[in-house]
């Protein structure tokens, strides 16, 4: 019981000061109003009773207030409490308990984002090892071969060949991929916005890109804008999102045509890429700009995909702060969008 009554008045000792205070000014009245000696010694002897039981009371309640923020503190960092409505304070405590209530959800909510990032780049680096390991097997494979003696079959000598550089092709491809989505990605992509010349640009690119085109006997059309019409971008890296949808468009469609065109909109140019290809299914068009995501795996790695191209894309043009959408119809074609400022 001592034991308690001096923890309480050690703990009530940050009041001291006002206790001190008041008892000076209530002993001080009491000498200009007393005039007993006895009477006043009495009244002196009550009033530091009083305020010594008083001071053990709020130091009682300040103790049992402390005691059950510090078990809410410990049940946080030992994982008892797994839902911030368990988090109970007093009534007079209400705002204390709501900040801690919020503090428990943003850290389970920041920990929940970890272990997200976490499981995401396990899955990223599982995803590169395997992509990597494709075409080093496959050259690997023809080179054995050759070595083997085939490269004296003069039947097949060319075509392993060919082969292996077509797995090189896609292996520096992927490389190149890579390297520019972990730029992206880490923050390290600069970015250098300015008026440019949509139909300037736009024609070139599609200069650039006729020969594939033509080799697979697809067309490619641009339909220009209106003559001088100017929209904000970062020239270099939308050449990065027009090759990528461009050739998806082409490497996707196996006849038909690839049009490119611009929609003016009062604040906005929308740039539209359509192909007459093989379309995507409807439960895969959310998921093809996540990394390494391909409706078919086996015919992405024929044409030289690398699964990257689409989440380089979007993180482009989200940089631009638009949005790249999709419309598609199986076995209809495809058609790729987003808007840049006017
Ligand atoms: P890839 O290198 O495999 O082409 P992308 O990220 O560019 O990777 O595209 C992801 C997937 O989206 C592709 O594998 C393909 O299945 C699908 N896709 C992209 N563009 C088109 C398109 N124009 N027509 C049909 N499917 C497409």
């Known amino acids: 019981m001592w034991n308690e009554v001096k923890t309480n008045l050690s703990s009530a000792k940050v009041y001291l000061k006002e206790f001190l205070f008041f008892n000076a000014i209530f002993i ?3 000498f200009f109003i007393v005039e007993n000696k006895i009477i006043l010694i009495t009244l002196i002897a009550l009033i530091l009773l009083f305020g010594l039981i008083f001071l053990n009371v709020v130091g009682y309640k300040r103790n049992r207030e402390l005691k059950t923020i510090e078990s809410v503190i410990s049940g946080i960092r030992k994982n008892t409490i ?3 409505e368990e988090i109970k304070l007093k009534e007079n405590l209400h705002s204390l308990q709501d900040e801690i209530q919020q503090m428990f959800e943003k850290e389970r909510n920041d920990i929940e984002y970890l272990k997200r990032l976490e499981r995401m780049r396990t899955e990223f680096l599982a995803n590169v ?7 080093i097997f496959a050259i690997q494979g023809y080179i054995e071969t050759l070595l ?7 039947k ?8 292996a550089n077509q797995h090189t092709i896609n292996l520096s491809n992927l490389l190149n991929d890579l390297i520019d989505i972990s730029m992206i990605e880490s923050g390290e992509m600069r970015m250098s916005y300015r008026y440019f010349d949509i139909n300037d640009y736009l024609s070139q690119i599609i200069q650039e890109m006729m020969p594939i085109a033509r080799e697979k006997n697809i067309e490619l059309v641009y339909h220009p804008a209106k003559e001088g019409l100017q929209l904000f971008g970062d020239k270099s890296r939308l050449k990065q999102v027009f090759i990528n949808l461009i050739t998806n468009a082409i490497k996707y469609t196996e ?5 490119v065109l611009i929609v003016e909109e009062s604040k906005y140019g929308k740039i539209i890429i359509r192909d007459t290809g093989i379309g995507i299914p409807q439960e895969d068009i959310n998921r093809i700009f996540e990394r390494f995501y391909r409706v078919d795996k086996a015919r992405s790695r024929a044409v030289g995909g690398t699964g990257l191209g689409l989440a380089i894309v979007k993180h482009i043009v989200e940089a631009h702060n638009s949005k790249i959408e999709v419309k598609s119809e199986l076995g209809v074609g ?3 969008s987003f808007k840049l400022k006017k």
């Open 129 to 135: 090892s395997h992509e990597l390991r494709t075409p």
């Open 28 to 30: 001080l009245l009491l």
């Open 82 to 84: 797994n839902h911030p």
């Open 255 to 259: 006849q038909g045509k690839v049009e």
């Open 156 to 163: 097949v000598n060319k075509y392993f060949l060919d082969k």
């Open 148 to 154: 083997d003696g085939a490269i004296d079959d003069e």
């Open 334 to 336: 495809s058609e790729f």
